[in-house]
C-alpha cells in the first residue's frame, strides 16, 4: 500500500512563490509507486484548498504523513508545525520550538551563542523604536538589515551609510516587527546541510557566487546569474569545521528532519560565522540543499525517502510520552 503524502504549500508569507516552486519539485520527485501525494494549497489570504487539516486527532484519516513546504511567516515558524501536533500527524522537518526559534534570527543567535558557536555581532530594533543609535555606536559600515523573522532574503538591505541605513531599516520594519542590524561581514557565503534527528549528520558544502553585492531575493530566484560552486573549495580543516558547526547550531536549536546551515567566512580573520538556519530550505531547481545532498552520495528521491522516514520514526518515538496522568 502506498503511503499518502500530504504536501502543503504556498502560505500568506513573502517566499509564496518560492514554496510552489519547492513543492512542484518535491511532488515530481515523490516516487508514485511508494506514495500518493495529497495536496493542500493555502493561498496569499490563508485560505486552504481543497479543505484545512483540521486540529483533532483522527480527523484527517486519509493522510499517513505531512509534507509542509511553507517558507517564512506562517509555515516555517512553529505555527502549521503547531497546527499538526494538535492534529496528531506525522510530519518532515523541524519540531515547534525549533522552528520558532530558528525562524527568529535574533533568538537563534541567542542560542548560538548560549552554546559558545560564532554568530556576527548584532544589533536588535524595533519597529516602534527605530533607533539607529546603538547600532551606530557598536558597528561599523557597511551593515545588513533584516526582517527577524523571514527568509529568502526577503527585506534584506546592504548600508554604507546613515542614508542606506534609515532606508534599510524601513524596509525591513514593513516585513517584521523585530530588525537586525549586522556587522557586515568581507569575505564568502558558504552553505552546509544537515539530516536527520538525534543523529543527524551533515553534507558536504557548497560556496554561494552572487552576481550582486550580496546573495539577494533577485539574485536567487529571478536573475539567474549566481553561481554556485559544490563542494566549496575549501581547506579540508575549513570544510570539516563548516560541517561541524551545522551539527552543531542543528542540535542547539533542537531541529530535526532537515535544515540548511549558512555560514559566513571572513576573508581578513579566516573565521567561519554562522549567519542563519532553514528549517524549510528551499526545494527548486537551483536550492542547494538537495544539491549537496545529491553530490553527497543521497540522490533527490532517497533524500525525500529518508525525510519521510525521520517524520514517521520521530512521530513513533512521541507514542512513548504520556500526556495525561
Not at 30 to 42: G, H, N, Q, S, W
Not at 145 to 162: E, F, T, W, Y
Amino acid at each position: 500500500m502506498r503511503l499518502r503524502v500530504a504536501v502543503i504549500y504556498g502560505g500568506r508569507s513573502g517566499e509564496h512563490e518560492v514554496s510552489l516552486r519547492s513543492a512542484e519539485a518535491v511532488m515530481a520527485g515523490l516516487d508514485p509507486a511508494k506514495y500518493e501525494v495529497l495536496r493542500y494549497f493555502i493561498d496569499r489570504e490563508g485560505k486552504w484548498s481543497p479543505r484545512p487539516i483540521l486540529p483533532e486527532p483522527g480527523a484527517q484519516q486519509e493522510i499517513d504523513v505531512v509534507f509542509p513546504i511553507l517558507h517564512g511567516t506562517f509555515g516555517e515558524d512553529g505555527t502549521v508545525q503547531g497546527l499538526l501536533e494538535l492534529a496528531d500527524l506525522p510530519y518532515v522537518g523541524a519540531g515547534v520550538l525549533g522552528s520558532a526559534v530558528s525562524m527568529d534570527k535574533e533568538m537563534m543567535k541567542r542560542v548560538c551563542r548560549e552554546r559558545l558557536l560564532p554568530v556576527v555581532d548584532y544589533v536588535t530594533l524595533t519597529r516602534d523604536c527605530l533607533d539607529l543609535a546603538p547600532a551606530m555606536e557598536r558597528l561599523p559600515f557597511p551593515m545588513f538589515v533584516k526582517p527577524a523573522n523571514l527568509g529568502s532574503s526577503v527585506g534584506i538591505s546592504k548600508a554604507h551609510d546613515r542614508v542606506e541605513l534609515e532606508a534599510a531599516v524601513q524596509l525591513a520594519a514593513r516585513y517584521d516587527r523585530k530588525i537586525i542590524v549586522e556587522r557586515g561581514i568581507a569575505g564568502r557565503e558558504l552553505e552546509c546541510s544537515v539530516l536527520g534527528n538525534d543523529h543527524p549528520v551533515a553534507s558536504l558544502p557548497c560556496e554561494i557566487l552572487p552576481s550582486r553585492e550580496f546573495y539577494d531575493y533577485e539574485d536567487k530566484y529571478l536573475l539567474d546569474k549566481a553561481d554556485t560552486r559544490v563542494p566549496a573549495d575549501l581547506p579540508p580543516t575549513v570544510t570539516e569545521e563548516v560541517r561541524r558547526l551545522a551539527v552543531e547550531c542543528y542540535l542547539a536549536v533542537e531541529c530535526e528532519g532537515m535544515g540548511r546551515v549558512d555560514f559566513l567566512l571572513e576573508e581578513a580573520s579566516g573565521l567561519v560565522y554562522i549567519n542563519e538556519i532553514n528549517t524549510i530550505p528551499g526545494f527548486t531547481s537551483i536550492s542547494m540543499y538537495p544539491k549537496m545532498w545529491e553530490f553527497s552520495g543521497v540522490p533527490f528521491g532517497d533524500l525525500l525517502d529518508r525525510l519521510l522516514a525521520l517524520a514517521l520514526e520521530r512521530h513513533e518515538r512521541k507514542r512513548a510520552t504520556r500526556f495525561t496522568r
